[in-house]
């Protein structure tokens, strides 16, 4: 009988910026504005916050060529579309010299969980760049809400409470929080099987 040899896997590869954000990738004309990089109105309810980081390899080196996405719950705590267009969604790619990333939009509310207790405020992050086979899945929560990461039904899944603070932001000022993401190593930050 004859076997059939096993494909390589495909990585996001150069390709993704082509195909998620055409503008970013100096091509003009498909959108306006690539999908995803404006998060909030001026119509928008909520704290104006900042997020930045960099996602760092096995090696320590920051990615130049990731691009990532975030989802997060309005400032009442709620998913979906609101009356302003915020859709709680937001996508960036990585600076392609220091590997940096920015978003602006606003601070989440805790999210009531259907079957239990109240989430913190978190945002979630997904991670594609060169040597993801699957995009990551992962969290940011804010450090000032230390009293509702306690009661956190996903923080507290998490077996090594060691590594939860792999997944708090940093507050460098008044309304930036930095997040760096660690792909391996001491610091790694903690993945989720999504």
Not at 18 to 47: F, H, K, Q, R, S
Not at 62 to 73: F, K, N, R, Y
Not at 123 to 151: C, K, S
Request: proline residues 6%; hydrophobic residues 40%; charged residues 20%.
């Amino acid at each position: 009988m004859r076997r059939l040899k096993e494909s390589a896997s495909q990585t996001a590869g150069p390709y993704v910026h082509i195909g998620c954000m055409p503008n970013y990738a100096g091509i003009p004309g498909v959108y306006g504005e690539d999908l995803g990089a404006g998060m909030i109105t001026e119509e928008t309810a909520g704290e104006r916050i900042s997020i930045v980081g960099t996602i760092h390899d096995g090696a320590g080196e920051p990615l130049t060529d990731a691009v990532i996405e975030i989802w997060q719950a309005d400032a009442a705590g709620r998913y979906g579309v609101d009356a302003s267009g915020f859709t709680g969604w937001g996508r960036q790619a990585a600076d392609g010299a220091s590997g940096l990333w920015r978003f602006d939009t606003i601070k989440p509310g805790p999210v009531v969980h259907p079957s239990g207790p109240e989430m913190a405020p978190h945002v979630t992050f997904w991670i594609v760049a060169r040597g993801i086979n699957l995009g990551l899945h992962t969290r940011m929560y804010f450090p000032e809400d230390t009293g509702l990461h306690a009661q956190d039904p996903v923080l507290a899944m998490i077996e090594d409470k060691s590594r939860v603070q792999t997944l708090i932001a940093t507050q460098r000022e008044d309304n930036m929080y930095r997040f760096n993401i660690y792909l391996q190593g001491p610091e790694e930050t903690v993945f989720f099987d999504v």
